[in-house]
Nanobody
């Protein structure tokens, strides 16, 4: 059982920056990963970034590489998504998610692999 709470969404102009936070609580497996997904109205849930919590390895969607940075703070059980050079196409509800990795591997790019989700936080980028 893992509870996730996102925060930090809001309205920002194109070219601006925003940082999202995801605070986790509850019991976790010793080996796990967490990621960020986003979903716009009428669109599929899209992978944004993920991080292996054990070794810090990061993964990014091509659309956000070079603009977004995922990070973690072990002491605070918090994951961050630093978003720079925001574009109108980044407008969506952003969700954080958690997946246990008992075997040490899973497809972190697929939302189907994640077991726990936050409530989402709205990011709106205006021109």
């Amino acid at each position: 059982q893992v509870q996730l709470v996102e925060s930090g969404g809001g309205l920002v102009q194109a070219g601006g920056s925003l940082t999202l936070s995801c605070v986790a609580s509850g019991r976790t497996f010793s080996n796990y990963a967490r990621g960020w997904f986003r979903q716009a109205p009428g669109e599929e849930r899209e992978f944004v970034a993920a991080i292996n919590w054990s070794d810090g390895t990061s993964y990014y969607a091509d659309s956000v590489k070079g603009r977004f940075t995922i990070s973690r703070d072990n002491a605070k059980s918090t994951m961050y998504l630093q978003m720079n050079s925001l574009e109108s196409e980044d407008t969506a509800v952003y969700y954080c998610a958690h997946v246990d990795l008992p075997s040490g591997w899973t497809n972190l790019y697929s939302f189907r692999m994640y077991d726990y989700w936050g409530q989402g936080t709205q990011v709106t980028v205006s021109s």
